[in-house]
């Protein structure tokens, strides 16, 4: 074997090839990365059409007519169909009433007889309930005269009658205590007649009618989730009730603390001036001090201005006068004395 030249690292030698790597051994994950990617899709080339040539529409205007256009029919939407005939119907139905209010009279009616403030109607009656046994539960109250129960054109029961009394006074306590009576389980409302003794008063067939009628006493269940309801909104009231007092308390409480310190500020600033006060006091014998003082200076300039204009005498003057005049020190004590 020749031994191969060596060369440097930037220029290998002509000829030599790099040995070429393996990818034994390595993960699936790292593998992945250099497995190719799938090739491009086929596409078809894409034909250009040719394009259409377009020309002006004035040579045809001669062939149109100058006539105006007939009148456009209105489109009808099925909801709007709906909507129209609902409201023809509502319409007619009106009409129908307005005609049937206009025809009613309660008074004239053959089928009406009796005393209409001895009459007792009773709804809500079952259908298997006759004419004997209503009579049988309403002669309760009193003495009954005649019961009529109301029936369709096929002869079957419309759910309610009129029951006339003998007495007025049985016709009350019917209407007072029979009211939500229990008959074949069904329980029936009471009410006198309203047709012939209120003016004006329509039945519920042309848009009148009572209403709702007299509610029953409320159940048991329904009592206690009242009174449960009631009594939440009493705790409620108390705990709100509460608050406020105690609210209330706070501020009070804060109004007296705000008082009591300006309370303490007055007494500090009373305080204040007495010392203050304490304090000139203290100043005022001093202040007599300097004002004596002042007092002696002046009188010592007074003084000596005096002596500055006497003229010079002779010294032996100068000594007689000089035992003549008192000593300082002795003047000064004579005035103080003079002046306590």
């Known amino acids: 074997q020749v031994p191969r030249p060596r060369r440097g690292r930037s220029s290998p030698a002509p000829g030599w090839a790099a040995p070429a790597m393996s990818a034994q051994g390595l993960p699936a994950h790292i593998l992945a990365l250099f497995t190719p990617r799938p090739p491009p899709q086929h596409l078809p080339p894409q034909v250009t059409k040719p394009q259409i040539k377009l020309t002006g529409c004035a040579e045809f205007v001669e062939f149109c007519s100058t006539e105006r256009p007939p009148k456009r029919e209105a489109w009808e939407s099925p909801l709007e169909r709906k909507q129209r005939r609902q409201r023809e119907k509502l319409e007619a139905h009106r009409a129908e009433q307005k005609k049937l209010i206009e025809e009613y009279d309660p008074h004239k009616d053959s089928n009406v007889s009796g005393d209409p403030f001895k009459t007792l109607f009773v709804s809500r009656i079952s259908y298997d309930t006759t004419e004997k046994k209503l009579k049988r539960e309403f002669e309760v109250f009193g003495s009954v005269k005649r019961v009529r129960m109301v029936y369709d054109q096929k002869g079957k029961p419309r759910g309610y009658a009129f029951i006339e009394y003998e007495h007025e006074r049985d016709l009350k306590n019917a209407y007072k205590q029979g009211d939500g009576k229990k008959i ?15 003016e004006g008063w329509l039945p519920r067939r042309l848009g009148g009618g009572r209403g709702p009628g007299r509610q029953g006493k409320p159940s048991k269940k329904n009592q206690k989730k009242k009174q449960a309801a009631e009594a939440k909104e009493r705790e409620q009231r108390e705990r709100d009730r509460e608050r406020e007092k105690t609210k209330e308390k706070e501020k009070d409480k804060e109004k007296e603390k705000d008082r009591e310190r300006e309370k303490e500020k007055e007494k500090d600033k009373a305080k204040e001036k007495e010392k203050e006060k304490d304090k000139e006091k203290e100043k005022e014998p001093e202040k007599e001090k300097e004002k004596e003082k002042e007092k002696e200076k002046q009188a010592r ?31 000064r004590e004579r005035t103080k004395k003079a002046r306590r």
Not at 184 to 192: F, I
Not at 303 to 321: E, G, L, T, Y
């Open 301 to 331: 300039g007074n003084r000596d201005r005096k002596s500055s204009r006497v003229p010079d005498a002779s010294p032996s003057r100068d000594r007689k006068d000089r035992k003549k005049r008192p000593s300082r020190s002795k003047s």
């Open 184 to 198: 074949d389980g069904r329980r029936v409302m009471v009410d006198v007649e309203r047709g012939r003794t209120v």
